[in-house]
């Protein structure tokens, strides 16, 4: 990673004396795959249509690639390419067409070459001269992802791209987006499918009420939140429960009425096992239990709202 891709400072938008966005800071390292997540209502849409200078900030300041989003907006469109919720074409032209015609009013004068190499990147050979009115969701996510990429852009953003996939497209998406990355494209995905992004992203925010609650390496952020854990089953389940708690620092917790959460660190796992066997508990397994960004996003939001699917639809193509 070269630089920074964005920032953003006390960003804030402002509708009739409600705070859609309230002081939001983001910091994006360039050629990151960065999960931005956020219950309903948390202002995911609404930031990235500032960041993209579809709409102006009531407060606050950002940079695209160390550009001032107000007063830069030029030098930014060239090097950036997004889906804005769904993207939308004319049905009644076929795939290839509504590229050549997104390709035309951002600018771009094409060679077929590059249309003929988006369009296997996305997965469309052999359906690209047919009309979009033909396509599955699937097919026009990719399309819209080939859209996107027109402009070669460095930074692509994505609003819940997977919204309404069945599991094939789902995967299929996934799989785009992981290879934007391995190219060097810096990712911004907005999305509520946690196990999805946990997938994919590298770095992530968690938003609500439109605050930064959380930010940083996927990684980093559920070993800070949860440490070590580990899932024992054991019988007897009452008395080893009250084994376990007699050790505050294992934040024992039950389960499924058969296990118990533990947070310990490998070395410690030992001697914990030996003081339930030297108590006559039956221990049966022991697994390492893996936090998952789900977990983390519910006990910091308080709540799994979806993000909620809007028929307002853009596909904005970086141009001169």
């Known amino acids: 990673m070269s630089g920074i891709a964005i920032t953003a400072e006390g960003l804030t938008k402002v509708y009739k004396n409600v705070p859609a966005v309230n002081n939001l800071s983001l910091y994006i390292p360039e050629g990151t795959i960065y999960g931005f997540l956020g219950p309903n209502g948390a202002g995911k849409t609404t930031t990235i249509r500032m960041l993209l200078g579809l709409i ?3 407060a606050g300041k950002a940079t695209v690639f160390g550009h001032d989003i107000l007063h830069a907006r030029q030098n930014i469109a060239p090097y950036v390419g997004a889906i804005v919720e769904s993207p939308a074409f004319y049905t009644f032209m076929s795939g290839l067409e509504n590229l050549r015609l997104l390709a035309r009013s951002g600018g771009h004068d094409l060679p077929q070459a ?3 190499e988006l369009i296997e990147f996305v997965g469309l050979r052999g359906r690209e001269k047919d009309k979009v009115k033909t396509y599955s969701l699937g097919m026009k996510q990719r399309l819209g992802v080939a859209a996107t990429l027109l402009n070669d852009p460095k930074l692509v953003f994505l609003d819940e791209p997977t919204n309404g996939l069945d599991p094939a497209g789902t995967v299929e998406m996934r799989n785009l987006i992981l290879r934007m990355g391995q190219e060097g494209r810096t990712v911004f995905l907005s999305s509520h499918l946690l196990f999805e992004v946990e997938q994919v992203c590298s ?8 605050v930064t609650i ?3 390496r996927v990684r980093d952020l559920l070993a800070a939140e949860g440490g070590p ?24 917790t039950s389960f499924d009425q058969h296990w118990i959460n533990i947070n310990a660190e490998p070395q410690d796992v030992p001697q914990v096992m030996r003081k339930l066997v030297q108590a ?3 221990v049966f397994q022991v697994v390492v239990r893996q936090r998952s960004l789900e977990s983390l996003f519910l006990e910091i939001t308080g709540n799994g709202g979806a993000a909620a699917q809007q028929p307002l639809a853009e596909v904005v193509v970086g141009g001169r």
């Open 114 to 116: 590059r249309f003929d």
């Open 203 to 210: 770095n992530v925010a968690i938003i609500q009420k439109g």
């Open 214 to 216: 959380k930010q940083g």
């Open 56 to 58: 102006r900030p009531t």
């Open 280 to 282: 006559d508990v039956d």
């Open 229 to 252: 854990g580990y899932a024992i089953e054991a019988a007897p389940f009452e008395k080893a429960m009250a084994i376990l708690q007699e050790i505050p620092e294992l934040k024992a």
